[in-house]
Protein backbone atom coordinates (compact mmCIF):
# COMPACT_ATOMS: atom_id res chain seq x y z
CA UNK A 1 0.00 0.00 0.00
CA UNK A 2 0.82 3.37 -0.17
CA UNK A 3 2.45 6.77 1.28
CA UNK A 4 0.65 6.17 4.77
CA UNK A 5 1.62 2.24 5.16
CA UNK A 6 5.09 3.00 4.05
CA UNK A 7 5.70 6.01 6.73
CA UNK A 8 4.55 3.38 9.42
CA UNK A 9 6.54 0.52 8.17
CA UNK A 10 9.74 2.99 8.12
CA UNK A 11 9.49 4.19 11.89
CA UNK A 12 8.60 0.64 12.88
CA UNK A 13 11.64 -1.07 11.43
CA UNK A 14 13.70 2.20 13.05
CA UNK A 15 11.91 1.31 16.06
CA UNK A 16 12.13 -2.36 16.80
CA UNK A 17 15.77 -1.97 15.98
CA UNK A 18 16.47 0.78 18.96
CA UNK A 19 14.41 -1.25 21.30
CA UNK A 20 16.82 -4.91 21.55
CA UNK A 21 16.38 -7.09 24.09
CA UNK A 22 15.98 -6.58 27.81
CA UNK A 23 16.55 -7.57 30.99
CA UNK A 24 15.52 -6.09 34.81
CA UNK A 25 18.23 -4.82 36.75
CA UNK A 26 17.75 -3.53 40.25
CA UNK A 27 19.76 -0.56 41.75
CA UNK A 28 18.09 -0.22 45.17
CA UNK A 29 14.81 0.06 47.20
CA UNK A 30 12.75 2.59 48.01
CA UNK A 31 12.13 3.32 51.62
CA UNK A 32 9.34 4.97 53.29
CA UNK A 33 6.85 3.95 50.70
CA UNK A 34 3.08 4.68 51.16
CA UNK A 35 0.66 1.67 49.68
CA UNK A 36 -1.96 3.26 47.88
CA UNK A 37 -5.35 1.79 49.03
CA UNK A 38 -8.84 2.90 47.43
CA UNK A 39 -9.51 5.96 50.18
CA UNK A 40 -6.55 7.82 48.85
CA UNK A 41 -7.53 6.65 45.07
CA UNK A 42 -11.42 7.94 45.64
CA UNK A 43 -9.61 11.07 47.32
CA UNK A 44 -5.64 11.91 45.99
CA UNK A 45 -3.57 14.35 48.17
CA UNK A 46 -2.65 17.51 46.20
CA UNK A 47 1.07 16.72 46.47
CA UNK A 48 1.05 13.08 44.68
CA UNK A 49 -0.04 11.87 41.20
CA UNK A 50 -1.42 8.79 41.59
CA UNK A 51 -3.99 8.12 38.69
CA UNK A 52 -3.42 8.74 34.93
CA UNK A 53 -4.95 11.96 34.88
CA UNK A 54 -4.36 13.04 38.32
CA UNK A 55 -7.69 12.12 39.86
CA UNK A 56 -10.68 9.58 38.41
CA UNK A 57 -12.16 12.30 36.94
CA UNK A 58 -9.71 12.70 33.81
CA UNK A 59 -9.82 16.62 34.69
CA UNK A 60 -5.97 17.01 34.45
CA UNK A 61 -5.83 19.44 36.91
CA UNK A 62 -3.94 20.15 39.99
CA UNK A 63 -4.53 21.62 43.04
CA UNK A 64 -1.00 22.72 43.88
CA UNK A 65 -0.52 26.55 43.24
CA UNK A 66 3.30 27.48 44.38
CA UNK A 67 3.59 27.70 40.48
CA UNK A 68 1.36 30.68 39.45
CA UNK A 69 0.82 33.36 36.46
CA UNK A 70 3.08 35.82 38.73
CA UNK A 71 5.93 33.80 38.99
CA UNK A 72 5.87 31.06 36.63
CA UNK A 73 8.46 33.45 34.85
CA UNK A 74 10.91 31.87 37.60
CA UNK A 75 10.66 28.29 36.38
CA UNK A 76 14.00 26.51 35.63
CA UNK A 77 15.00 22.84 35.34
CA UNK A 78 16.61 21.41 38.39
CA UNK A 79 16.85 18.14 37.54
CA UNK A 80 16.90 15.92 34.20
CA UNK A 81 17.40 11.64 33.80
CA UNK A 82 17.67 10.19 30.25
CA UNK A 83 15.52 7.56 30.11
CA UNK A 84 18.74 5.59 27.38
CA UNK A 85 15.54 4.66 24.73
CA UNK A 86 13.84 6.63 21.70
CA UNK A 87 10.96 6.70 20.04
CA UNK A 88 7.05 8.75 21.77
CA UNK A 89 7.37 8.88 25.86
CA UNK A 90 4.17 9.44 26.23
CA UNK A 91 3.52 8.17 30.39
CA UNK A 92 2.87 10.94 33.24
CA UNK A 93 5.52 10.62 35.91
CA UNK A 94 3.66 8.90 38.43
CA UNK A 95 4.62 10.25 42.10
CA UNK A 96 3.67 8.54 45.88
CA UNK A 97 5.02 10.15 48.77
CA UNK A 98 8.56 11.23 47.23
CA UNK A 99 9.08 8.90 44.29
CA UNK A 100 8.64 8.92 40.70
CA UNK A 101 8.12 6.30 39.20
CA UNK A 102 8.25 6.92 35.00
CA UNK A 103 7.19 4.40 32.30
CA UNK A 104 9.12 4.31 29.08
CA UNK A 105 8.90 2.90 25.46
CA UNK A 106 10.02 -0.95 25.55
CA UNK A 107 9.05 -2.04 28.70
CA UNK A 108 10.90 -0.41 30.99
CA UNK A 109 9.91 1.28 34.63
CA UNK A 110 11.96 3.41 36.05
CA UNK A 111 12.38 4.57 40.12
CA UNK A 112 13.56 7.85 40.81
CA UNK A 113 14.38 10.12 43.25
CA UNK A 114 11.25 13.19 42.69
CA UNK A 115 13.39 15.53 44.60
CA UNK A 116 16.72 14.59 43.31
CA UNK A 117 16.27 12.58 39.92
CA UNK A 118 18.92 9.56 41.75
CA UNK A 119 17.96 6.22 40.06
CA UNK A 120 16.40 3.55 42.65
CA UNK A 121 15.40 1.25 40.68
CA UNK A 122 15.08 -0.09 36.79
CA UNK A 123 13.14 -2.66 35.73
CA UNK A 124 12.65 -3.59 32.11
CA UNK A 125 10.52 -6.32 30.58
CA UNK A 126 12.30 -8.55 28.12
CA UNK A 127 10.34 -7.85 24.67
CA UNK A 128 9.89 -10.53 21.88
CA UNK A 129 12.20 -9.65 18.94
CA UNK A 130 9.85 -10.68 16.70
CA UNK A 131 7.24 -8.07 18.15
CA UNK A 132 5.69 -5.72 15.65
CA UNK A 133 2.85 -2.97 16.47
CA UNK A 134 2.03 0.45 15.50
CA UNK A 135 2.86 1.68 18.54
CA UNK A 136 5.85 0.89 20.78
CA UNK A 137 5.35 2.94 23.63
CA UNK A 138 3.49 2.67 26.84
CA UNK A 139 0.82 5.43 28.42
CA UNK A 140 2.46 4.98 31.95
CA UNK A 141 2.04 2.47 35.07
CA UNK A 142 -0.96 1.93 37.87
CA UNK A 143 -0.49 1.74 41.26
CA UNK A 144 -1.96 -0.05 44.19
CA UNK A 145 -0.99 -1.08 47.44
CA UNK A 146 2.45 -1.85 47.30
CA UNK A 147 2.82 -2.81 43.34
CA UNK A 148 2.79 -1.29 40.11
CA UNK A 149 1.38 -2.28 37.21
CA UNK A 150 2.50 -2.17 33.70
CA UNK A 151 0.65 -3.13 30.19
CA UNK A 152 3.32 -4.24 27.97
CA UNK A 153 3.47 -4.21 24.48
CA UNK A 154 4.13 -7.93 23.68
CA UNK A 155 0.59 -8.02 25.51
CA UNK A 156 1.54 -8.93 29.00
CA UNK A 157 0.33 -7.24 32.25
CA UNK A 158 2.65 -7.17 34.75
CA UNK A 159 2.99 -6.77 38.61
CA UNK A 160 6.13 -5.01 40.22
CA UNK A 161 6.93 -4.39 43.34
CA UNK A 162 7.10 -0.89 44.30
CA UNK A 163 9.91 -1.09 46.42
CA UNK A 164 12.36 -2.66 44.77
CA UNK A 165 11.43 -2.98 41.08
CA UNK A 166 11.21 -6.82 40.96
CA UNK A 167 8.58 -8.75 39.07
CA UNK A 168 5.64 -9.87 41.33
CA UNK A 169 3.48 -11.38 38.69
CA UNK A 170 3.15 -11.60 35.10
CA UNK A 171 0.20 -12.84 33.09
CA UNK A 172 -0.25 -13.38 29.59
CA UNK A 173 -3.22 -11.49 28.16
CA UNK A 174 -3.40 -12.16 24.25
CA UNK A 175 -1.57 -13.15 21.48
CA UNK A 176 1.10 -10.40 19.99
CA UNK A 177 1.73 -12.65 17.09
CA UNK A 178 -1.99 -12.12 16.31
CA UNK A 179 -1.20 -8.20 15.96
CA UNK A 180 -2.88 -7.76 20.04
CA UNK A 181 -0.78 -5.29 21.91
CA UNK A 182 -1.19 -2.80 24.68
CA UNK A 183 -0.09 0.99 25.30
CA UNK A 184 -2.33 1.97 28.27
CA UNK A 185 -2.05 2.91 31.74
CA UNK A 186 -4.23 0.07 33.77
CA UNK A 187 -7.26 1.52 35.59
CA UNK A 188 -6.93 0.41 39.17
CA UNK A 189 -10.93 0.10 41.15
CA UNK A 190 -11.02 -1.58 44.34
CA UNK A 191 -8.22 -4.35 43.47
CA UNK A 192 -9.42 -4.90 39.72
CA UNK A 193 -6.63 -3.62 37.89
CA UNK A 194 -8.45 -2.94 34.41
CA UNK A 195 -6.90 -2.81 31.16
CA UNK A 196 -7.95 -2.56 27.16
CA UNK A 197 -5.87 -4.24 24.01
CA UNK A 198 -5.05 -2.55 20.96
CA UNK A 199 -5.11 -4.01 17.62
CA UNK A 200 -7.77 -2.97 15.38
CA UNK A 201 -5.81 -2.14 12.53
CA UNK A 202 -5.10 -5.49 12.43
CA UNK A 203 -8.31 -6.64 12.48
CA UNK A 204 -8.10 -7.68 16.02
CA UNK A 205 -11.47 -7.53 18.15
CA UNK A 206 -11.66 -5.00 21.26
CA UNK A 207 -11.98 -5.85 24.84
CA UNK A 208 -11.68 -4.02 28.24
CA UNK A 209 -10.91 -6.89 31.13
CA UNK A 210 -9.93 -6.60 34.83
CA UNK A 211 -7.49 -8.86 36.59
CA UNK A 212 -6.67 -9.35 40.31
CA UNK A 213 -4.29 -7.12 41.63
CA UNK A 214 -2.80 -9.98 43.81
CA UNK A 215 -2.95 -13.00 41.76
CA UNK A 216 -3.12 -11.30 38.48
CA UNK A 217 -6.17 -13.55 37.74
CA UNK A 218 -8.30 -12.66 35.05
CA UNK A 219 -11.85 -11.73 36.62
CA UNK A 220 -13.92 -10.54 33.56
CA UNK A 221 -13.95 -9.56 29.83
CA UNK A 222 -16.42 -7.38 28.31
CA UNK A 223 -15.63 -6.90 24.29
CA UNK A 224 -16.26 -4.00 22.58
CA UNK A 225 -17.46 -5.56 19.22
CA UNK A 226 -20.98 -7.93 20.71
CA UNK A 227 -21.09 -11.33 19.30
CA UNK A 228 -24.60 -12.71 17.77
CA UNK A 229 -27.42 -12.65 20.06
CA UNK A 230 -25.90 -10.23 22.57
CA UNK A 231 -26.91 -6.61 22.86
CA UNK A 232 -25.61 -4.40 20.00
CA UNK A 233 -24.88 -7.21 17.51
CA UNK A 234 -27.63 -6.55 15.29
CA UNK A 235 -25.90 -3.63 14.05
CA UNK A 236 -23.37 -5.82 12.14
CA UNK A 237 -23.56 -7.89 9.34
CA UNK A 238 -22.56 -11.61 8.91
CA UNK A 239 -19.34 -12.51 10.57
CA UNK A 240 -18.11 -9.03 10.34
CA UNK A 241 -18.26 -8.72 13.94
CA UNK A 242 -15.48 -11.18 14.37
CA UNK A 243 -12.77 -8.67 13.00
CA UNK A 244 -14.11 -5.64 13.72
CA UNK A 245 -11.74 -3.60 15.77
CA UNK A 246 -13.18 -1.22 18.49
CA UNK A 247 -9.39 -1.13 20.25
CA UNK A 248 -9.55 0.45 23.57
CA UNK A 249 -5.86 1.81 23.92
CA UNK A 250 -6.40 4.92 26.44
CA UNK A 251 -7.19 4.21 30.33
CA UNK A 252 -10.49 5.12 31.43
CA UNK A 253 -12.40 7.51 33.95
CA UNK A 254 -14.63 6.38 37.03
CA UNK A 255 -17.17 7.73 39.38
CA UNK A 256 -16.75 6.25 42.55
CA UNK A 257 -20.40 7.81 43.36
CA UNK A 258 -21.80 5.78 41.10
CA UNK A 259 -19.52 2.55 40.82
CA UNK A 260 -18.77 3.20 36.82
CA UNK A 261 -16.30 3.01 34.43
CA UNK A 262 -16.10 4.96 31.17
CA UNK A 263 -13.78 4.02 28.02
CA UNK A 264 -13.51 5.37 25.16
CA UNK A 265 -13.91 2.42 21.66
CA UNK A 266 -11.70 2.75 18.87
CA UNK A 267 -12.95 2.70 15.34
CA UNK A 268 -14.06 -0.16 13.31
CA UNK A 269 -11.95 -2.28 10.80
CA UNK A 270 -11.29 -1.96 8.26
CA UNK A 271 -11.49 1.83 7.70
CA UNK A 272 -14.21 1.91 4.99
CA UNK A 273 -17.31 1.66 6.73
CA UNK A 274 -18.88 0.01 3.04
CA UNK A 275 -17.15 -2.75 3.78
CA UNK A 276 -18.58 -3.33 7.38
CA UNK A 277 -22.39 -1.90 6.84
CA UNK A 278 -24.09 -1.43 10.04
CA UNK A 279 -23.94 0.86 12.90
CA UNK A 280 -21.22 -1.50 14.11
CA UNK A 281 -21.68 -0.72 18.09
CA UNK A 282 -19.25 -0.25 20.38
CA UNK A 283 -16.86 1.08 17.57
CA UNK A 284 -15.84 5.26 17.76
CA UNK A 285 -18.33 5.48 20.92
CA UNK A 286 -17.81 5.88 25.16
CA UNK A 287 -19.20 3.14 26.98
CA UNK A 288 -19.78 2.63 30.66
CA UNK A 289 -18.79 -0.27 32.18
CA UNK A 290 -19.48 -1.72 35.88
CA UNK A 291 -15.87 -2.61 37.20
CA UNK A 292 -17.09 -5.12 39.00
CA UNK A 293 -18.25 -7.42 36.80
CA UNK A 294 -17.87 -5.77 32.97
CA UNK A 295 -21.32 -4.94 32.63
CA UNK A 296 -21.91 -2.45 29.64
CA UNK A 297 -24.81 -0.58 31.30
CA UNK A 298 -24.90 2.58 28.90
CA UNK A 299 -22.95 3.89 25.46
CA UNK A 300 -23.08 6.73 23.49
CA UNK A 301 -21.70 6.09 19.72
CA UNK A 302 -20.04 9.71 18.36
CA UNK A 303 -20.08 9.00 14.70
CA UNK A 304 -21.63 5.35 13.80
CA UNK A 305 -20.25 2.89 10.72
CA UNK A 306 -16.61 5.09 11.15
CA UNK A 307 -14.99 5.92 8.17
CA UNK A 308 -12.31 8.21 8.79
CA UNK A 309 -10.11 6.39 11.70
CA UNK A 310 -11.60 8.32 13.99
CA UNK A 311 -11.45 6.63 17.09
CA UNK A 312 -12.75 7.83 19.67
CA UNK A 313 -10.51 6.21 22.51
CA UNK A 314 -9.90 9.15 24.72
CA UNK A 315 -12.29 8.70 27.65
CA UNK A 316 -14.27 11.02 29.04
CA UNK A 317 -13.44 13.94 31.48
CA UNK A 318 -16.11 13.70 34.66
CA UNK A 319 -17.32 17.06 35.68
CA UNK A 320 -20.26 17.66 38.48
CA UNK A 321 -22.79 20.19 38.11
CA UNK A 322 -22.66 21.59 35.24
CA UNK A 323 -25.53 23.81 33.88
CA UNK A 324 -26.49 23.90 30.30
CA UNK A 325 -29.08 26.06 29.17
CA UNK A 326 -31.60 25.52 31.92
CA UNK A 327 -30.78 22.30 33.31
CA UNK A 328 -28.18 20.78 35.88
CA UNK A 329 -26.29 17.80 35.58
CA UNK A 330 -23.25 15.51 35.88
CA UNK A 331 -21.38 15.72 32.41
CA UNK A 332 -19.06 13.70 30.21
CA UNK A 333 -16.96 15.69 28.16
CA UNK A 334 -15.41 14.60 25.64
CA UNK A 335 -13.40 16.53 22.56
CA UNK A 336 -13.22 14.13 19.92
CA UNK A 337 -11.20 13.37 17.10
CA UNK A 338 -14.11 14.09 14.71
CA UNK A 339 -13.59 17.42 15.65
CA UNK A 340 -16.47 17.92 17.69
CA UNK A 341 -16.59 18.92 21.13
CA UNK A 342 -19.57 16.43 22.47
CA UNK A 343 -21.41 16.77 26.37
CA UNK A 344 -22.70 13.96 27.63
CA UNK A 345 -24.60 13.45 31.02
CA UNK A 346 -24.50 10.91 33.18
CA UNK A 347 -28.68 9.48 34.06
CA UNK A 348 -30.54 6.79 35.08
CA UNK A 349 -30.11 5.20 31.62
CA UNK A 350 -26.58 5.24 31.71
CA UNK A 351 -25.31 8.02 29.35
CA UNK A 352 -27.57 11.00 27.94
CA UNK A 353 -26.65 13.38 25.28
CA UNK A 354 -26.66 17.18 25.79
CA UNK A 355 -24.86 19.08 22.78
CA UNK A 356 -22.10 18.57 20.12
CA UNK A 357 -20.55 21.40 18.68
CA UNK A 358 -17.36 21.72 16.17
CA UNK A 359 -13.76 23.35 17.44
CA UNK A 360 -12.41 22.39 14.30
CA UNK A 361 -13.12 22.70 10.62
CA UNK A 362 -15.39 19.91 9.73
CA UNK A 363 -17.00 18.82 6.50
CA UNK A 364 -17.84 15.18 6.92
CA UNK A 365 -21.39 16.20 9.40
CA UNK A 366 -24.07 17.62 8.01
CA UNK A 367 -25.53 18.62 11.24
CA UNK A 368 -26.07 16.88 14.53
CA UNK A 369 -29.67 15.44 15.77
CA UNK A 370 -30.42 17.46 18.94
CA UNK A 371 -32.07 14.99 20.62
CA UNK A 372 -30.13 11.97 19.90
CA UNK A 373 -26.77 13.62 18.66
CA UNK A 374 -26.21 11.17 15.88
CA UNK A 375 -24.57 12.74 13.19
CA UNK A 376 -26.16 13.46 9.81
CA UNK A 377 -22.69 12.46 7.79
CA UNK A 378 -22.64 13.98 3.81
CA UNK A 379 -21.76 10.93 1.47
CA UNK A 380 -19.81 13.49 -0.37
CA UNK A 381 -17.00 13.40 3.29
CA UNK A 382 -17.17 9.77 3.83
CA UNK A 383 -14.35 7.73 2.78
CA UNK A 384 -15.93 4.59 0.79
CA UNK A 385 -14.29 1.41 -1.10
CA UNK A 386 -12.51 2.26 -4.66
CA UNK A 387 -13.20 6.17 -4.56
CA UNK A 388 -10.37 8.80 -3.20
CA UNK A 389 -12.63 10.75 -0.62
CA UNK A 390 -11.41 13.89 1.03
CA UNK A 391 -12.34 15.19 4.88
CA UNK A 392 -11.73 17.40 7.55
CA UNK A 393 -10.47 17.28 9.36
CA UNK A 394 -7.89 14.66 8.92
CA UNK A 395 -7.56 10.84 10.15
CA UNK A 396 -5.88 12.46 13.19
CA UNK A 397 -8.17 14.35 14.31
CA UNK A 398 -9.17 17.57 15.81
CA UNK A 399 -7.76 16.14 18.57
CA UNK A 400 -6.48 12.67 19.02
CA UNK A 401 -4.96 10.56 22.15
CA UNK A 402 -3.55 13.54 24.02
CA UNK A 403 -5.79 14.31 26.63
CA UNK A 404 -7.91 17.80 27.05
CA UNK A 405 -8.08 19.19 30.90
CA UNK A 406 -10.52 21.20 32.97
CA UNK A 407 -9.70 23.68 35.60
CA UNK A 408 -13.05 23.99 38.69
CA UNK A 409 -11.73 27.59 39.39
CA UNK A 410 -11.38 28.82 35.72
CA UNK A 411 -14.56 26.35 34.52
CA UNK A 412 -12.56 26.74 31.36
CA UNK A 413 -11.93 23.50 29.45
CA UNK A 414 -8.01 23.50 27.37
CA UNK A 415 -7.89 21.52 24.21
CA UNK A 416 -4.41 20.37 22.08
CA UNK A 417 -6.31 20.72 18.51
CA UNK A 418 -5.18 20.50 15.19
CA UNK A 419 -7.03 22.57 12.60
CA UNK A 420 -6.84 23.33 9.20
CA UNK A 421 -5.59 19.85 8.39
CA UNK A 422 -7.95 17.31 5.86
CA UNK A 423 -7.26 13.76 4.61
CA UNK A 424 -7.34 11.85 1.51
CA UNK A 425 -8.78 7.83 2.00
CA UNK A 426 -9.04 5.38 -0.64
CA UNK A 427 -10.90 2.59 0.16
CA UNK A 428 -8.98 -1.00 -1.32
CA UNK A 429 -10.35 -4.45 -0.46
CA UNK A 430 -7.98 -6.24 1.09
CA UNK A 431 -7.58 -9.79 2.66
CA UNK A 432 -7.28 -10.50 5.96
CA UNK A 433 -4.18 -11.86 6.86
CA UNK A 434 -3.41 -12.63 10.85
CA UNK A 435 -0.99 -10.66 12.36
CA UNK A 436 -0.79 -8.63 9.47
CA UNK A 437 -1.74 -4.76 8.70
CA UNK A 438 -5.56 -4.70 7.60
CA UNK A 439 -6.48 -0.95 7.20
CA UNK A 440 -8.36 -1.73 3.73
CA UNK A 441 -7.77 1.86 2.43
CA UNK A 442 -4.86 4.02 1.27
CA UNK A 443 -4.59 7.84 2.71
CA UNK A 444 -2.29 10.56 0.92
CA UNK A 445 -0.40 12.69 2.70
CA UNK A 446 -2.73 15.21 4.83
CA UNK A 447 -3.20 18.53 3.11
CA UNK A 448 -4.09 22.19 4.53
CA UNK A 449 -6.93 23.97 4.16
CA UNK A 450 -5.89 26.48 1.16
CA UNK A 451 -4.79 30.30 2.67
CA UNK A 452 -4.27 28.19 5.89
CA UNK A 453 -1.60 29.86 8.32
CA UNK A 454 -1.24 27.29 11.21
CA UNK A 455 -2.52 24.00 12.23
CA UNK A 456 -1.65 23.78 15.91
CA UNK A 457 -4.44 25.12 18.50
CA UNK A 458 -4.31 25.65 22.22
CA UNK A 459 -8.10 26.36 23.04
CA UNK A 460 -10.29 27.20 25.82
CA UNK A 461 -13.76 26.19 26.04
CA UNK A 462 -16.26 26.94 28.15
CA UNK A 463 -18.32 23.32 28.09
CA UNK A 464 -21.87 25.71 29.81
CA UNK A 465 -22.12 28.23 26.84
CA UNK A 466 -20.32 25.72 24.19
CA UNK A 467 -18.54 28.76 23.35
CA UNK A 468 -14.46 29.01 22.46
CA UNK A 469 -12.76 31.57 25.12
CA UNK A 470 -9.57 32.10 24.02
CA UNK A 471 -7.03 30.46 21.32
CA UNK A 472 -3.31 30.20 20.56
CA UNK A 473 -2.10 29.78 17.38
CA UNK A 474 1.16 27.65 16.80
CA UNK A 475 2.65 28.94 13.10
CA UNK A 476 5.20 26.14 12.34
CA UNK A 477 3.67 22.67 14.01
CA UNK A 478 1.09 20.46 15.11
CA UNK A 479 0.19 20.26 18.75
CA UNK A 480 0.52 16.85 19.79
CA UNK A 481 0.60 16.64 23.05
CA UNK A 482 -1.54 16.80 26.60
CA UNK A 483 -2.30 19.59 28.82
CA UNK A 484 -2.09 20.24 31.93
CA UNK A 485 -3.92 22.52 34.37
CA UNK A 486 -3.53 23.66 38.15
CA UNK A 487 -5.27 26.07 40.24
CA UNK A 488 -2.20 28.26 39.88
CA UNK A 489 -4.36 29.85 36.86
CA UNK A 490 -2.15 27.17 34.28
CA UNK A 491 -2.02 25.40 31.19
CA UNK A 492 1.01 23.73 30.78
CA UNK A 493 1.72 22.02 27.11
CA UNK A 494 4.62 20.58 24.97
CA UNK A 495 3.48 19.11 21.78
CA UNK A 496 5.17 21.05 19.32
CA UNK A 497 8.33 19.96 16.45
CA UNK A 498 10.44 23.34 18.11
CA UNK A 499 10.69 21.11 20.96
CA UNK A 500 9.07 23.79 23.80
CA UNK A 501 7.35 22.95 26.78
CA UNK A 502 5.42 25.99 27.32
CA UNK A 503 3.19 27.26 30.33
CA UNK A 504 0.13 29.77 29.00
CA UNK A 505 -2.28 32.00 31.88
CA UNK A 506 -5.47 29.82 32.29
CA UNK A 507 -7.55 32.37 32.28
CA UNK A 508 -6.20 34.65 29.04
CA UNK A 509 -4.41 32.11 26.82
CA UNK A 510 -1.02 34.53 27.29
CA UNK A 511 2.22 32.68 26.90
CA UNK A 512 4.02 33.44 30.30
CA UNK A 513 6.69 30.77 30.05
CA UNK A 514 8.85 28.09 27.84
CA UNK A 515 12.08 26.51 27.96
CA UNK A 516 13.19 24.16 24.98
CA UNK A 517 14.22 20.23 25.68
CA UNK A 518 16.18 17.78 23.96
CA UNK A 519 13.38 16.36 21.91
CA UNK A 520 9.72 17.08 21.19
CA UNK A 521 7.20 16.53 23.59
CA UNK A 522 4.29 14.18 23.28
CA UNK A 523 4.19 13.52 27.38
CA UNK A 524 1.19 14.20 29.87
CA UNK A 525 2.68 17.40 32.52
CA UNK A 526 1.95 16.40 35.93
CA UNK A 527 2.27 19.00 39.25
CA UNK A 528 3.70 17.25 42.34
CA UNK A 529 5.35 18.53 45.78
CA UNK A 530 7.75 17.02 47.89
CA UNK A 531 9.16 18.92 51.04
CA UNK A 532 6.74 22.07 50.74
CA UNK A 533 8.53 22.76 46.89
CA UNK A 534 6.01 22.71 43.79
CA UNK A 535 7.34 20.80 40.77
CA UNK A 536 6.42 20.46 37.47
CA UNK A 537 7.67 17.06 35.42
CA UNK A 538 7.22 15.87 31.53
CA UNK A 539 8.94 13.16 29.57
CA UNK A 540 10.43 15.02 26.46
CA UNK A 541 11.00 12.37 24.00
CA UNK A 542 9.47 12.35 20.22
CA UNK A 543 7.83 9.46 18.04
CA UNK A 544 5.28 7.63 17.39
CA UNK A 545 2.02 9.57 15.95
CA UNK A 546 3.90 13.30 16.39
CA UNK A 547 6.64 11.79 14.33
CA UNK A 548 4.32 10.39 11.76
CA UNK A 549 2.20 13.45 10.98
CA UNK A 550 5.64 15.89 10.98
CA UNK A 551 6.52 13.37 8.37
CA UNK A 552 3.31 13.78 6.54
CA UNK A 553 3.44 17.83 6.68
CA UNK A 554 6.85 18.72 5.76
CA UNK A 555 6.24 19.19 1.98
CA UNK A 556 3.24 21.57 2.82
CA UNK A 557 2.91 25.38 1.91
CA UNK A 558 4.05 25.87 6.28
CA UNK A 559 7.34 24.40 5.34
CA UNK A 560 7.75 22.17 8.64
CA UNK A 561 10.68 21.04 9.87
CA UNK A 562 10.61 17.30 9.29
CA UNK A 563 13.90 16.86 11.78
CA UNK A 564 13.02 16.81 15.36
CA UNK A 565 15.46 14.49 17.17
CA UNK A 566 14.39 11.65 18.98
CA UNK A 567 15.72 10.37 22.81
CA UNK A 568 13.41 10.01 26.10
CA UNK A 569 14.64 12.42 29.02
CA UNK A 570 12.53 13.71 32.28
CA UNK A 571 12.44 16.87 32.81
CA UNK A 572 12.16 18.70 36.15
CA UNK A 573 10.84 21.75 36.82
CA UNK A 574 10.67 24.33 40.15
CA UNK A 575 10.61 28.28 40.51
CA UNK A 576 13.95 29.54 41.05
CA UNK A 577 14.31 30.65 45.38
Known sequence: MATLNKIIGSVLATALASGACATATFAGEVTDYSPVTQQRLDNPEPGNWLLYRHGYNGQGFSPLKQIDAGNVKSLVP??????????????????????????????????????????????????????????????????WGDKLFLAATDDHLIAIDAKTGKEVWNTKVQDYQKGQYMTLEPLVVNGKVMIGGSGGEYGVRGYVAAFDADSGKELWRTYTVPAPGEPGSNTWSGDDWKNGGGSVWITGTYDPKR??????????????????????????????????????????????????????????????????????????????????????????????????????????FKSIDAKTGRPDVDPEHKPTTGKPVSFCPSLWGGKDWPSASYNPDTKLLYIPANNNMCETIEGQKQKLVVGQLWLGADAEH??????????????????ETGKQVWMHPFEKSQLFASTLTTAGDLVFVGGTNDRMFRAFDAKTGKLLWEQKTNSGIMGMPVAYEVDGQEYIAIQSGWGVDAQRIQGMLADTDLKLNADVPQGGVVWVFAVKR
Open 446 to 463: AKLLPGSDHIGELQAWNV
Open 78 to 143: VWTFSTGVNEGHEAPPMVNNGTMFVATPYGQVLALNAKTGDLIWRYKHALPEDLFQLHPTSRGVAL
Open 259 to 364: NIAYWGVGNAAPWPGDQHPGDNLYTSSVIALNPDNGKIIGFHQYHPNDSWDWDEIDSPILIDNLSYKGQTFDGLVHPGRDGYLWVLKQDAEGIGFVYGEPFVGQNA
